[in-house]
């Protein structure tokens, strides 16, 4: 071969090289675009959202609560005992009556009297009538000392005392009556998988509140006053039951911290130790990732805390806070570890009891 055709075979074989280096670099740089852009993508769509709670000093109890409905305790019927005619009828609905008041009088010398002091609720005859056996003459009641029976599972029968106070609420009216638990039928007239008792209460009622109204009997059981309390979605619990809340470093990391609980009311719970009134604590609320997102999260996941006073920060990386003007405040899910998962336990009552 020449020389002139080596020198164009090589100058050829330098171009497809020159390509292929070329073709290359703009491979790599239409990938590094892709990267950076699917990195701004995912660092946009993961998003943790804390709610923040503070601690107050307060006083906190729980009880138990019943439905049931009121009854009479005491109620008279007078009944004749055989055909007569109505001679005397002393009294008319609505009266109040003593104990040992007439009522009515019949043809055969029966005069009827009062048992108990109370209240004319019926009158079902007139002087003159003629009556037969087992019909009805007059009604009287006592509408001012009533009862109240209420079913009591077998949870919560250990809990229930025969002379335990109580309050008995009246449903329509809302009036509130003191009483005490008067009776329990131990023997459980249930068949299902659960078995229930009845307890009994005796009730002194005003007007107003009348048999057969349905009314809620509340038994309270434990308090704690002057005490730390924190709402109790704020706090987590381990798989052993330890209870724990997320505190807020100088670095704005979260650091998990254990408490001791007592009393719970469902609602809010006592902090016996490990927190202090007024110091804030978080946990998550919401947490936006899909699973891709998921696996870059510990590298550039964003982080926002809702304050209760309305405002929020985002926070990136753990670096600086940037507030803005958005409402916050508490809610969320059951209380989760920060990057997501859940801490396992249940209801406030672990370590340190509390109902």
């Not at 009246?170 to 009845?198: D, L, Q």
């Not at 990057?339 to 209801?347: I, L, Y």
């Amino acid at each position: 071969m020449s020389e002139t055709g080596l020198k164009k075979k090589n100058g050829k074989k330098k171009k497809r090289i020159l390509r292929r280096i070329l073709w290359t670099l703009a491979l790599l740089v239409i990938l590094a675009g892709a990267g950076l852009y699917t990195w701004a993508k995912l660092k946009d769509q993961y998003t943790v959202t804390y709610d923040e709670y503070t601690a107050t000093t307060g006083t906190i109890s729980n009880s138990l609560s019943f439905s049931g409905n009121l009854a009479l305790r005491n109620s008279q019927t007078c009944t004749a005992a055989g055909n007569a005619t109505v001679r005397n009828v002393y009294v008319k609905e609505g009266d109040s009556v003593k104990k040992g008041d007439r009522l009515v009088r019949l043809s055969t010398g029966t005069t009827f009297t009062a048992d108990f002091d109370g209240k004319v609720n019926q009158v079902s005859v007139e002087n003159g009538d003629e009556v037969s056996s087992g019909a009805a003459l007059v009604q009287i009641a006592d509408f001012e000392h009533m009862q109240v029976s209420f079913r009591v599972d077998e949870y919560d029968i250990g809990d229930v005392q025969v002379g335990e106070r109580c309050t008995v609420t009246a449903t329509a009216t809302e009036k509130v009556f003191e009483s005490t638990v008067e009776s329990i039928n131990y023997i459980s007239s249930s068949t299902g998988n659960v078995a229930y008792y009845t307890a009994t209460a005796h009730v002194d009622v005003d007007g107003e509140v009348y048999p057969g109204m349905q009314v809620t009997v509340t038994i309270p059981q434990e308090e704690a006053a002057d005490v730390v309390i924190l709402k109790a979605e704020a706090l987590s619990f381990t798989l052993e039951n330890q209870a724990f809340v997320y505190k807020m470093k100088e670095d704005q990391s979260l650091e998990e911290v254990q408490v001791q609980v007592g009393v719970s009311n469902g609602n809010y719970v006592e902090i016996k130790s490990g927190l202090e009134s007024g110091e804030k604590v978080y946990t998550v609320s919401e947490t936006k990732e899909d699973s891709l997102t998921s696996l870059f999260a510990g590298m550039f996941g964003q982080q926002r805390f809702n304050r209760q006073n309305g405002r929020q920060s985002n926070r990136q990386n753990g670096e600086g806070s940037n507030w803005q003007g958005q409402n916050g405040g508490p809610g969320g899910d059951m209380p989760s570890r920060p990057d997501g998962s859940s801490s396992g336990g249940s209801a406030p009552g672990g370590n340190g009891g509390g109902r």
